[in-house]
């Protein structure tokens, strides 16, 4: 291809690839710290592994205070993990005095520390329930329960 061309197209790419935003996954403080300072559209979201055994009390905080929209994957820990998160006796236990379930105690929690979440199911029963998050709230000290549960367990690496 001419170079006039080639170099016509690359700028057309440009200008397109200004026009949208920028979604990134499985990005931590390092690489963000690298990449940041090469672009100029700031992205407008990190999608990362993030549960009540996964927290990211580091990362978190880092992105929301760059504007970034923190969105949690595996919120009930991945399949394989979900019946032992979701019956976790700290979490069943908040969850029986809001009348509410587990798994809604989870999103809540997340939607509480401002982090977006994507759930994944394949029952409608489900899928209703994990959007019915917004008629209860965390107290601050169920927050803080939920925060003690950490344990810095990574389920899957991408
Ligand atoms: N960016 C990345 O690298 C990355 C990596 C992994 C996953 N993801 C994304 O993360 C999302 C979630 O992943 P995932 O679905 O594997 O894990 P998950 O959301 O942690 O767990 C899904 C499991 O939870 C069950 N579940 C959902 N709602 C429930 C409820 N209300 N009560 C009881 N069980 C419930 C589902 O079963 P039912 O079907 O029976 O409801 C399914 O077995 C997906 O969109 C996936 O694409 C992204």
Redesign the pocket.
């Known amino acids: 291809m001419p170079g006039a061309l080639l170099q016509r197209r690359k700028r057309n790419l440009l200008r397109r690839i200004r026009a949208i935003s920028i979604g990134l996954?499985?990005w931590y403080i390092e690489e963000l710290e690298e990449f940041l300072p090469q672009v100029n559209i700031t992205p407008a979201l990190v999608?990362n592994e993030i549960h009540p055994y996964y927290q990211e009390p580091d990362v978190v905080p880092y992105i929301q205070k760059l504007g970034i929209t923190v969105q949690g994957?595996?919120?009930?820990?991945?399949?394989g993990h979900?019946l032992e998160l979701?019956g976790n006796e700290t979490i069943s236990a908040i969850a029986e005095s809001h009348g509410v379930?587990s798994?809604q105690v989870i999103l809540r929690w997340n939607l509480q520390r401002g982090v977006v979440v994507?759930?994944?199911?394949?029952?409608p029963d489900?899928i209703r329930?994990?959007l019915e998050l917004f008629d209860f709230e965390l107290t601050d000290e169920e927050m803080a329960q939920i925060v003690a549960l950490n344990r810095d367990e990574k389920h899957?690496w991408?």
Do not use: C, I, K, M
Request: charged residues 10%.
């Open positions: 996954s499985n999608q994957w595996y919120p009930f820990g991945g399949r979900t979701l379930t798994a994507v759930p994944g199911s394949s029952n489900h329930e994990n899957d991408y």
